[in-house]
């Protein structure tokens, strides 16, 4: 099993900033790759950005490209999501996810690993 906790949200003006941190523990030799998604009220949950613990791989929706930046901390055994440039429609609740497929994945279902999630709300 690998545990995952969030933190990070919170309220932040459009054109804002904030930093997603989510701190993975148990077995994490079981995740070969790390996601970030979100689900707006009303609305199915999206893939945002994930990444590679090897090496770093990153790929992200369209939506957030240039704006959003995924990293991680080996040592920390921490991924990180930057979101900047943040728009209200990037008001959602963020998760986080491991997978163990360490190609490209963007589905929610390959990842059966999950967080509570952290609130971003973004005003106008």
């Known amino acids: 099993q690998v545990q995952l906790v969030e933190s990070g949200g919170g309220l932040v003006q459009a054109g804002g900033s904030l930093r997603l941190s989510c701190a993975a523990s148990?077995?994490?030799?079981?995740?070969?790759?790390m996601g970030w998604f979100r689900q707006a009220l009303g609305k199915e949950r999206e893939f945002v950005a994930s990444?590679?613990?090897?090496?770093?791989?990153?790929n992200y929706a369209e939506s957030v490209k240039g704006r959003f930046a995924v990293s991680r901390d080996d040592a920390k055994n921490t991924v990180y999501l930057q979101m900047n440039s943040l728009k209200p429609e990037d008001t959602a609740l963020y998760y986080c996810?491991?997978?163990?497929?360490?190609?490209?994945?963007?589905?929610?279902?390959?990842?059966?690993?999950w967080g509570q999630g952290t609130q971003v709300t973004v005003s106008s």
């Open positions: 996810a491991a997978s163990p497929i360490s190609y490209i994945v963007t589905q929610a279902r390959s990842y059966p690993y």
């Open positions: 148990g077995r994490t030799s079981s995740s070969s790759r």
């Open positions: 990444i590679t613990w090897s090496v770093g791989t990153t």
